[in-house]
């Protein structure tokens, strides 16, 4: 049994930064990734990471093309950690943010950001950006 628990949401100005954080516990599992839902639109992939260190992919990240440059994913396995370093913060960056996890190495895998790939889910964290 998994359980996450996102942290850090808050409202900040255009260009401004924020660090979000989602604490783990249970089993370890695979792939953790950052999903996002803005009001009145479909949930999207922001950000993932292979979390399994056992596999010669760990540590691989991926970012959604509106992110890249902006966003960092990153895992600290000693504290079951995972943190999504977020600057260059817009407007359109407003949403809720929600932890994902797998114990599935294909929710690491291919260029799409596969929501129905990811079983474990967090309550979510609202950034609003104005």
């Known amino acids: 049994h998994v359980q996450l628990v996102e942290s850090g949401g808050a409202s900040v100005q255009a260009g401004g930064s924020l660090s979000l954080s989602c604490t783990s516990s249970?089993?370890?599992?695979?792939?953790m990734a950052w999903f996002r839902q803005a009001p009145g639109a479909e949930r999207e992939g922001v950000a993932r990471?292979?979390?399994?260190?056992?596999?010669?992919?760990?540590?691989?990240?991926h970012y959604a093309d509106s992110v890249k440059g902006r966003f960092t994913i990153s895992r600290d396995n000693a504290g079951n950690t995972l943190s999504l370093q977020m600057t260059s913060l817009q407007p359109e960056d407003t949403a809720m943010y929600y932890c994902?996890?797998?114990?599935?190495?294909?929710?690491?895998?291919?260029?799409?950001?596969?929501?129905?790939?990811?079983?474990?889910w967090g309550q979510g964290t609202q950034v609003t950006v104005s």
């Open positions: 990471i292979y979390v399994d260190s056992s596999n010669s992919y760990y540590g691989t990240t």
């Open positions: 249970g089993y370890e599992t695979t792939c």
């Open positions: 994902a996890a797998t114990f599935s190495g294909f929710g690491c895998f291919g260029e799409d950001f596969r929501e129905d790939r990811f079983g474990i």
